[in-house]
């Protein structure tokens, strides 16, 4: 029996300051709605510019508190208006000094539900990203919303298959991987990895990606967001790879027990061979 949801994906370009940038985003919002989506998800840090390109503390002012801040609180709002569950990419202050790369996850009556944290943080040319954020201490959350069970991988997290098969078995059934990632660095393995992810663990994932070169630097963020299914199929057509665009599926999530029936990976793990990889 089918259990379709319709699910959406928001990459876009930096339009120069937060404001703008969080209009564009509630306008995207109530776009999906007006086409029937459930979900919805914005790219990394979504109402900033990809700041990681330098190491400046004046970036330090985009961090807000969660769920206190006045962003969730109005995408809160937003999502009991829209009856939509909302994941947001933020730039998270826990308290001064101590700041996270954090998705912020609301349900569809606007409550929120919790947040997760990015566990792994590069620090290489054009992404500086231990400057800004400590590594997350969240675990591998599932949150149970109005369309099923949603787990959130973050941008550098999807390099480490351990964080993947974690939320998998935490029940996840989409995985959202919002990112900032560029042309040069990571194109080739944009659609290898993530539709890998969704094959070994048997779930959907919804990657995003942020278009344009932005002010702070070269990198060209590419785009091409897209939904994979567990068969590693692309569901519809991939986004562009330079314009703004509302990534709009219908996923049938019955999907997951017909490949989990056929491939019992998670029957024939053998955890107590895996030690020595937790080893430091």
């Not at 985009?62 to 801040?69: D, F, L, R, V």
């Not at 996840?172 to 990895?193: H, M």
């Not at 932005?214 to 692309?234: H, I, K, M, R, S």
Request: glycine share 8%; proline share 5%.
């Amino acid at each position: 029996m089918s259990r379709v949801i319709r699910a959406a994906l928001f990459q876009t370009a930096w339009t120069g300051d937060k404001e703008s940038m969080i209009q564009v985003h509630e306008q995207a919002a109530r776009d999906a709605a007006a086409q029937g989506a459930q979900v919805l998800c914005f790219q990394e840090l979504f109402y900033g510019p990809y700041f990681c390109q330098v190491q400046d503390k004046a970036f330090y002012e985009y961090a807000e508190q969660i769920p206190e801040g006045p962003t969730v609180r109005r995408f809160q709002a937003l999502a009991k208006e829209l009856g939509l569950v909302l994941v947001l990419p933020m730039y998270e202050e826990e308290q001064p000094g101590v700041l996270y790369n954090t998705a912020a996850v609301i349900d569809a009556d606007g409550s929120y539900l919790g947040k997760y944290r990015k566990t792994h943080i590069p620090q290489v040319q054009g992404f500086w990203e231990k400057f800004y954020f400590r590594p997350g201490n969240s675990g591998w959350p599932v949150f149970e919303t109005a369309v099923g069970k949603i787990g959130v991988y973050i941008c550098y997290d999807r390099h480490f298959p351990e964080g993947w098969r974690a939320l998998g078995l935490n029940g996840a059934e989409i995985v959202f991987n919002p990112s900032a990632t560029s042309r040069g660095l990571s194109r080739y393995l944009w659609q290898l990895e993530q539709p890998a992810a969704a094959v070994a663990n048997e779930y959907f994932v919804g990657a995003i990606n942020r278009v344009g070169v932005e002010d702070l630097g070269d990198n060209d963020f590419y785009g091409t967001t897209y939904f994979v299914d567990p068969e590693a199929q692309f569901v519809g057509e991939v986004a562009s790879d330079k314009e703004t665009e509302l990534v709009v599926r219908d996923l049938d999530l019955a999907k997951l027990r017909e490949v989990r029936d056929r491939w019992q990976f998670y029957r024939d793990r053998a955890p107590g061979a895996y030690t020595p990889l937790t080893a430091p």
